[in-house]
Nanobody, 119 residues
Framework: QVQVVESGGGLVQAGGSLRLSCAAS????????MGWYRQAPGKERELVAA???????NYADSVKGRFTIARDNAKNTVYLQMNSLKPEDTAVYSC?????????????WGQGTQVTVSS
């Protein structure tokens, strides 16, 4: 079974920083894409930052210049360094992994980690 576990969320004041981690484990043959999404109260889930299957990075316009995604392929782990946090960054951040498992490509989600930014 594929497991996706996030960590690193918390409560910070505006201007602060957090570093989120996402580790994928289990019977994964190959990870195609890995990234971070978030869902704020009253809003739809949106992509924050991700590595595509082609190795490119994508960022939401709202986080460009503030957030940085990084990965450690040997550990099947992706990180999200969040700097200059704003109250509007408050959301549940979830890690998504697209990977082959038992010969099938599928999408796997972690349970999410809460990020709260106070004014």
């Amino acid at each position: 079974q594929v497991q996706v576990v996030e960590s690193g969320g918390g409560l910070v004041q505006a201007g602060g920083s957090l570093r989120l981690s996402c580790a994928a484990s289990g019977s994964i043959f190959r990870i195609l894409a890995m990234g971070w999404y978030r869902q704020a109260p009253g809003k739809e889930r949106e992509l924050v930052a991700a590595y595509t299957s082609g190795g490119e990075t994508n960022y939401a316009d709202s986080v460009k210049g503030r957030f940085t995604i990084a990965r450690d392929n040997a550990k099947n782990t992706v990180y999200l360094q969040m700097n200059s946090l704003k109250p509007e960054d408050t959301a549940v951040y979830s890690c998504n992994v697209q990977a082959y498992h038992a010969g099938i490509m599928d999408s796997y989600w972690g349970q999410g980690t809460q990020v709260t930014v106070s004014s």
